[in-house]
């Protein structure tokens, strides 16, 4: 069933490395190819204070990806105050309780603690 109309794809880029920037899928096997053309975001271009004072929940999302890949070598509890952080940015944005419990659960599943007893201080 299709419903006839114009789609776009982007490509949510959640590592580190500043020179990676695909745009492009290609695959080729026995005598087929495949040529599939998409646009990007790369998190790491984004800033933080953007991110902040957008009203957009996906840039809570957006912004926890960010912080996580900036801060891959900090500790559990630099992780904590961050999740912290992020949480407090949802309820100052007054996201009603459904979108708030998504966007948690996304943190405490995306933003992960080498010590699990940390992950239970965490408020649910």
């Known amino acids: 069933m299709g419903y006839k109309v114009p789609i776009t794809t982007k490509a949510i880029l959640a590592d580190e490395n500043g020179g990676y920037r695909p745009v492009v899928y290609r695959q080729e096997f026995m005598g087929t190819s495949l040529r599939y053309d998409f646009n990007s975001y790369k998190i790491m271009?984004?800033?933080?204070?953007?991110l902040r004072a957008?009203?957009?929940?996906?840039?809570?999302?957006?912004?926890?990806?960010?912080?996580a890949i900036k801060n891959k070598k900090i500790s559990d509890e630099g992780l904590k105050a961050i999740?912290?952080?992020?949480?407090?940015?949802?309820?100052?944005r007054e996201m009603d309780k459904d979108t708030?419990?998504?966007?948690?659960?996304f943190l405490t599943y995306y933003v992960s603690f080498?010590?699990?007893?940390?992950?239970?201080?965490?408020p649910q």
Do not use: W
């Open 100 to 105: 708030r419990q998504g966007l948690y659960d």
């Open 114 to 122: 080498d010590n699990e007893e940390v992950l239970s201080i965490f």
């Open 83 to 92: 999740k912290h952080d992020l949480y407090d940015e949802m309820i100052n």
């Open 54 to 67: 957008n009203e957009n929940p996906f840039s809570v999302i957006v912004l926890t990806a960010l912080l």
């Open 45 to 50: 271009d984004q800033d933080e204070s953007v």
